[in-house]
């Protein structure tokens, strides 16, 4: 007699989860929130990034670790990726129309970025919300710029013919020196959450951050230091003349009805433009 597999509770409810992840856009259950990122030089507000999050009909707000990783085994993320661009454009668009000009930065994964008709989605995003191309930031991990550099480099052109900019998310310069993105037509390099929290007590990671912004330099390159959570870390990437910075010690990510209230705020204290 052939037994049947055993299933156990954690397989059911993440086949649960799955089944549910593949109603979930047509249900209109997904929800983008956004990060601001302010410039550290200036005090000026910079932009935001969009996030996407589910909200489960049973489970909540779920986080997209828990299922981005499905939506890019099931080939899922297609659709849902090209939704939450173009949500971006439009909220992008609305805020440039109350008088706002920042950035809105979209995460696009390494199969967005292979998938044939992914530039046509950039572009019909840009069309049919009017957004101004120039400040659309597409972000990618390295990982996502890995593979055929040749093929890669093409599609980045498609992208950069746009006119939107292009930025390198995560990135760790102790495994990867910046060099090696010089042949891609980059804009932007997002320095990684965990590399920013040792900059404080690591002579070697400040030393690393000041070799990274001379070399971002000569690259015309502007660099973007993500996680920073406390004034110590602000003060020491001021130092080291980083561009721009993101993380709790300036704001969480919201959903827009707060973030047009932090930008109220942030005019009226600040008296930096957006």
Known sequence: MVKKPVTSAADSGHQDLTADLSRALEADQFFLVYQPTIDLQTNAFAGVEALIRW????RGVVGPE???????ASGLIIPVGRWALT???FQGAAWHAKGYRFAVSVNISGKQLAHAEFAGDVETALTSSQFDPAHLILEFSQQALTGDRAATVSRLEKLKALGVRLAVDDFEPEYSPLANL????????????EFI???????????????LVLLARSLNLQIIASG???????????????????????????EVEEIDRFLEDFAIFSGKPL
């Open 55 to 58: 909200r489960h009909p049973d």
């Open 66 to 72: 828990d299922f981005i990783p499905e939506l890019e």
């Open 87 to 89: 949500t971006a454009c």
């Open 197 to 211: 929290a040792a900059i404080t007590n690591s002579s070697k990671t400040a030393a690393l951050v000041h070799t």
């Open 228 to 254: 920073i959570e406390d004034a110590d870390q602000r003060r020491q990437l001021q130092f080291e003349d980083v561009d721009i910075g993101q993380g709790f010690l300036f704001s969480k990510p919201h």
């Open 182 to 193: 010089e042949e891609l037509p980059i804009d932007i390099v997002k320095l990684d959450r």
